[in-house]
């Protein structure tokens, strides 16, 4: 039976990977910042341990309490949505903190014992802004796009190690609790010349009339990187983000 580490299981996509996995008879590490046993149902294969992706000795304590895991999902991350200069410095660092460094720091975490065993894959997600760029994201999307980087440099480093690393973009899910937890960042409010700006992204994001996408279709895209040796480096995930890849094979 193999192992799945998941970081962010608390709500959104996070907490339906964690159970679809364990829906397909694997065992999986649901980890939160605080830990809920209640968000998930019982089962002999699960493990709730606590983990915050921007602390060093959390890190370490999650990986030691974990044990040996096959799969490692970097999906914890954090969102913030404001013109350039209404964006402290601090909520800057706090996104690249937790969508960037966090991913680096749980990668390098758990490569020793996946080149040590010649297995193992490492799925980060991203989103599908990286594929087609939104005014009012500049920092989120930055914090993205750098994973993708650094995502498909490691790719041909740890291939000779038999470790794979792929890629799943979600689109946009006003479902989850992205945009609440965002919000928390945005309390000042738009810098007045973008308000009118502002204020049409921010009807556009929460906009129900077009497509978006579903936690369900982030844990199957998820679920493929994870399980298909021959999936793609990078995997949209959702209507919306199926059709921003395309746009963008197209204009390439
Ligand atoms: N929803 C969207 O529209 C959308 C679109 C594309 C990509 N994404 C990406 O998809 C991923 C999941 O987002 P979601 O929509 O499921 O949002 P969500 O419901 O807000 O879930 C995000 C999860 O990340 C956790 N988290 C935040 N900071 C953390 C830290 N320092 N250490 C550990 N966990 C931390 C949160 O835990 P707490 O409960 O402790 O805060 C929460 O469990 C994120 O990487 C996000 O950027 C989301």
């Not at 996070?14 to 829906?23: C, I, K």
């Not at 397909?24 to 699960?46: C, F, G, H, I, Y």
């Not at 009118?196 to 992204?201: F, K, L, P, R, S």
């Not at 077009?210 to 209507?239: L, N």
Request: with cysteine; glycine share 8%.
């Amino acid at each position: 039976m193999k192992t799945v580490l998941i970081t962010g299981c608390s709500s959104g996509f996070g907490l339906e990977t964690a159970r679809y996995f364990l829906e397909r008879e694997w065992k999986v590490v649901a980890t939160m910042r605080t830990p809920r046993q209640d968000v998930l149902p019982a089962s002999e294969n699960l493990r709730v341990i606590a983990l915050d992706v921007t602390d060093a000795a959390s890190i370490r304590e999650a990986i030691a309490a974990s044990g040996p895991i096959d799969v490692l999902v970097n999906n914890a991350g954090i969102g913030v949505l404001n013109a350039l200069e209404g964006v402290s410095m601090d909520t800057a660092r706090e996104v690249f903190e937790t969508n960037t460094l966090g991913t680096i720091a749980m990668t390098q975490a758990v490569l020793p014992q996946f080149r040590q065993r010649k297995s193992g894959v490492i799925v980060n997600v991203t989103s599908s802004v990286t594929l087609r760029p939104l005014p009012l994201l500049s920092i989120y999307t930055g914090s993205k796009a750098a994973v993708n980087a650094f995502t498909e440099s490691l790719a041909l480093e740890l291939e000779q190690f038999g470790v794979r690393v792929r890629l799943v973009l979600p689109g946009r899910s006003p479902s989850t609790s992205f945009g609440a937890n965002a919000r928390t960042r945005m309390k000042d409010g738009f810098p007045e010349p973008y308000a009118a700006m502002g204020q049409g992204i921010f009807a556009a994001v929460q906009d129900s009339s077009s497509a978006v996408t579903y936690a369900e279709d982030v844990a199957e895209a998820v679920w493929r990187a994870a399980t298909d040796p021959g999936s793609p480096m990078r995997i949209p995930a959702g209507a919306d983000a199926v059709a921003a890849a395309a746009t963008q094979q197209f204009s390439q």
